[in-house]
């Protein structure tokens, strides 16, 4: 039985039993071994946009399957163009950032719409996936943080269903995502709410980095350093009332 990384584990442990499944950037195609192997699902597009990674996985099939890879799709091609309308019921995007990810969801969005739930893991850029997510009125229905040697990976479960519809009900999922609490979009609401052990190290890590970035900004007199230094100032501060917020055990109000 192959073993996935805490990280490719944390988005297999979401996939629904039964499910049609879109590996897309499937790399070394572990998920849709583990997810064969497991019997989780026997129906796999694994996707990529360069044949490498798929040779890779024809030799990872024949090892860990034996060569009963019946099940198993491997197509080569960009984003979601791999699978057709209605194929999967349920896609993983993984270890690419947060802006390829908006351009394949919004390449074809009824394409898009024909799978019920993504499972997203960025490697950056989460904030403005999130506010994309929102603004287009898909739904966050949670969110973890799982831990893998020493840095901690998002995942998002994102349910399609009302997308790219009015604003007014883009407004509506919004609202309730936020419940209220202040709308930020750094660090996932559902991980706030539940506190999550690994948001402390999550906050502290996205803080570090958000220094240099300012550090560097203010070296510049430019009207456009001054802005970026705002925004990250501004960044800074809220970070820090969510981290302030998840350190403090008797606090369970939304956070404003």
Same mark, same amino acid.
């Given at each position: 039985?192959?073993?996935?990384?805490?990280? /490719?584990?944390?988005?297999?442990?979401?996939?629904?039993?039964?499910?049609?499944?879109?590996?897309?950037?499937?790399?070394?195609?572990?998920?849709?071994?583990?997810?064969?192997?497991?019997? @989780?699902?026997?129906?796999?597009?694994?996707?990529?946009?360069?044949?490498?990674?798929?040779?890779?996985?024809?030799?990872?099939?024949? @090892?860990?399957?034996?060569?009963?890879?019946?099940?198993?799709?491997?197509?080569?091609?960009?984003?979601?163009?791999?699978?057709?309308?209605?194929?999967?019921? &349920?896609?993983?995007?993984?270890?690419?950032?947060?802006?390829?990810?908006?351009?394949?969801?919004?390449?074809?969005?009824?394409?898009?719409?024909?799978?019920?739930?993504?499972?997203?893991?960025?490697?950056?850029?989460?904030?403005?996936?999130?506010?994309?997510?929102?603004?287009?009125?898909?739904?966050?229905?949670?969110?973890?943080?799982?831990?893998?040697?020493?840095?901690?990976?998002?995942?998002?479960?994102?349910?399609?269903?009302?997308?790219?519809?009015?604003? =007014?009900?883009? /407004?509506?999922?919004? =609202?309730?995502?936020?419940?209220?609490? =202040?709308?930020?979009?750094?660090?996932?609401?559902?991980?706030?709410?539940?506190?999550?052990?690994?948001?402390?190290?999550?906050?502290?890590?996205?803080?570090?980095?958000?220094?240099?970035?300012?550090?560097?900004?203010?070296?510049?007199?430019?009207?456009?350093?001054?802005?970026?230094?705002? =925004?990250?100032?501004?960044?800074?501060?809220?970070?820090?009332?969510?981290?302030?917020?998840?350190?403090?055990?008797?606090? &369970?109000?939304?956070?404003?």
């Amino acid at each position: 039985m192959i073993r996935l990384s805490e990280r /490719l584990q944390g988005i297999a442990d979401w996939i629904e039993p039964g499910s049609r499944v879109a590996d897309i950037g499937t790399d070394h195609g572990y998920i849709p071994i583990w997810l064969k192997q497991t019997g @989780r699902s026997d129906y796999i597009v694994a996707g990529d946009i360069h044949e490498g990674p798929l040779q890779k996985m024809r030799d990872h099939l024949d @090892r860990w399957l034996e060569g009963d890879d019946s099940g198993i799709f491997l197509r080569k091609g960009d984003g979601l163009k791999v699978i057709g309308k209605g194929e999967a019921d &349920t896609a993983v995007i993984a270890g690419m950032g947060g802006l390829l990810m908006i351009d394949i969801l919004s390449d074809d969005p009824e394409k898009t719409l024909s799978v019920k739930r993504f499972l997203l893991q960025p490697r950056n850029a989460q904030d403005k996936l999130r506010k994309w997510l929102l603004d287009n009125g898909f739904a966050i229905a949670d969110e973890k943080l799982v831990r893998e040697s020493r840095f901690v990976w998002e995942i998002l479960l994102v349910e399609t269903e009302g997308a790219f519809g009015s604003p =007014e009900e883009a /407004l509506k999922k919004k =609202e309730a995502y936020f419940k209220g609490a =202040e709308e930020q979009y750094e660090i996932g609401q559902h991980l706030i709410r539940r506190k999550d052990p690994n948001l402390p190290d999550q906050i502290r890590w996205k803080k570090e980095i958000l220094q240099e970035i300012l550090d560097g900004a203010c070296r510049s007199d430019s009207t456009e350093a001054k802005e970026r230094s705002r =925004e990250i100032a501004e960044k800074l501060q809220s970070l820090e009332r969510i981290l302030n917020y998840v350190n403090d055990e008797r606090r &369970t109000d939304p956070l404003y």
